[in-house]
T-cell receptor, first 118, second 117 residues
Framework: GAVVSQHPSWVICKSGTSVKIECRSL??????MFWYRQFPKQSLMLMAT?????????EQGVEKDKFLINHASLTLSTLTVTSAHPEDSSFYIC??????????????FGPGTRLTVL | AQTVTQSQPEMSVQEAETVTLSCTYD???????LFWYKQPPSRQMILVIR??????QNATENRFSVNFQKAAKSFSLKISDSQLGDAAMYFC??????????????FGKGTKLSVKP
């Protein structure tokens, strides 16, 4: 139980285009979802926190208009990188806390999405 | 603000031996949770073990156990009978128990564990 999926696992796009990454909780309802960014050989950096049906809370320094987060249902959150540039290339990871998991205090992570912007 | 420090960027252990990864944290809160996550080369974050701060008993999960010293704000991970599959990046993480925290994790910088056959 407590499985989180992400799609796509790897995406390459041209500079200036937008990319959407999906995060789904497969066997539980995610009351809260988190989006992280991870640079090579570094720790995870929290970008934003989203609750179903409400606006995401962004961390300081994260551009809200560039990284659009939608948490439309209890099993799906999306991250859209708008007008992507090479500096947006990174590994993006989502996680979720939810109901009917073994622990409502534990974040369960998706497998991540590698974004490469040419 | 809370911080998590992992002072060992890299560690190495011989297969079947025991290794301890260090983690210290700083907080003014009395109720919180601590976690160890493992990130293998696949980059999938895997929960290794969790500890509730209000519990004095150290958490254990098979070959993994923690030494939780609340007064010292220390939370080390011991891996017994190390296996090749234990090779990974290990992250220590803190989560406030306060409702307003929304449950977000504060991560340390990680410790890269190598296992020698």
């Amino acid at each position: 139980g407590a499985v989180v999926s992400q799609h796509p696992s790897w995406v390459i796009c041209k500079s200036g285009t937008s990319v959407k990454i999906e995060c789904r909780s497969l066997d539980f309802q995610a009351t809260t979802m988190f989006w992280y960014r991870q640079f090579p050989k570094q720790s995870l950096m929290l970008m934003a926190t989203s609750n179903e049906g409400s606006k995401a809370t962004y961390e300081q320094g994260v551009e809200k208009d560039k990284f659009l987060i939608n948490h439309a249902s209890l099993t799906l959150s999306t991250l859209t990188v708008t007008s992507a540039h090479p500096e947006d290339s990174s590994f993006y990871i989502c996680s979720a806390i939810g109901l009917a998991t073994t622990s409502t205090d534990t974040q369960y992570f998706g497998p991540g999405t590698r974004l490469t912007v040419l | 603000a809370q911080t998590v420090t992992q002072s060992q960027p890299e560690m190495s252990v011989q297969e079947a031996e025991t290794v301890t990864l260090s983690c210290t944290y700083d907080t003014s809160e009395s109720d919180y949770y601590l976690f160890w996550y493992k990130q293998p080369p696949s980059r999938q974050m895997i929960l290794v073990i969790r500890q509730e701060a209000y519990k004095q008993q150290n958490a254990t999960e098979n070959r993994f156990s923690v030494n939780f010293q609340k007064a010292a704000k220390s939370f080390s991970l011991k891996i017994s009978d190390s296996q090749l599959g234990d090779a990974a990046m290990y992250f220590c993480a803190y989560r406030s128990a306060l409702r307003r925290s929304q449950g977000n994790l504060i991560f340390g910088k990680g410790t890269k564990l190598s296992v020698k056959p």
